[in-house]
């Protein structure tokens, strides 16, 4: 995928190799080969959550849980699981439950979670001036709708 986008890689290693410091207009590569036709777009480190959607909600211990035992067995099962037994877990399940569906309702599907991203963000400021960061969301395997890859690709390579 990194090879059929290498343009895209290219563009964003000018533009780095550019900068004299690290800012959140830094240029990174998302990559997006959910579909047949993958699309590459250099975009600043500060707008990637307007190209990966994030969410906040994801990021609750109880909604992760969630998830996983959702994707193990059914969403049934996850619901009883999280809602019986310790009071306070049900509670904070319940209120981070009630955010992931507010995010859903208001056009919020996130792909990643809030610390995902800021981790994300501070791998860029890490690996600058030496590397392009890149994020790759890829198909999903066995009920996921999709996966994501975050990298670091280096500039001397690009540019040479």
């Given at each position: 995928?990194?090879?059929?986008?290498?343009?895209?890689?290219?563009?964003?290693?000018?533009?780095?190799?550019?900068?004299?410091?690290?800012?959140?207009?830094?240029?990174?590569?998302?990559?997006?080969?959910?579909?047949?036709?993958?699309?590459?777009?250099?975009?600043?480190?500060?707008?990637?959550?307007?190209?990966?959607?994030?969410?906040?909600?994801?990021?609750?211990?109880?909604?992760?849980?969630?998830?996983?035992?959702?994707?193990?067995?059914?969403?049934?099962?996850?619901?009883?699981?999280?809602?019986?037994?310790?009071?306070?877990?049900?509670?904070?399940?319940?209120?981070?439950y009630?955010?992931?569906?507010?995010?859903r309702?208001?056009?919020?599907?996130?792909?990643?979670?809030?610390?995902?991203?800021?981790?994300?963000?501070?791998?860029?400021?890490a690996?600058?001036?030496?590397?392009?960061?890149?994020?790759?969301?890829?198909?999903?395997?066995?009920?996921q709708?999709?996966?994501?890859l975050?990298?670091?690709?280096?500039?001397?390579?690009?540019?040479?």
């Amino acid at each position: 995928m990194v090879s059929e986008c290498r343009e895209t890689f290219v563009e964003a290693a000018n533009k780095l190799s550019a900068l004299e410091a690290w800012d959140f207009s830094c240029p990174c590569v998302v990559l997006d080969g959910r579909s047949d036709e993958i699309k590459a777009v250099v975009v600043g480190v500060g707008s990637i959550g307007n190209l990966v959607p994030t969410s906040a909600a994801i990021d609750s211990p109880e909604v992760k849980e969630w998830l996983r035992i959702a994707s193990e067995k059914s969403p049934e099962v996850a619901f009883a699981a999280m809602l019986n037994g310790d009071e306070e877990r049900a509670k904070r399940f319940n209120e981070a439950y009630e955010q992931l569906i507010e995010e859903r309702r208001t056009g919020i599907k996130g792909l990643w979670s809030a610390d995902d991203l800021c981790s994300f963000v501070s791998r860029s400021q890490a690996a600058f001036p030496k590397a392009v960061s890149a994020i790759a969301l890829l198909p999903g395997k066995e009920g996921q709708t999709h996966s994501i890859l975050t990298f670091e690709s280096n500039i001397k390579s690009l540019l040479s």
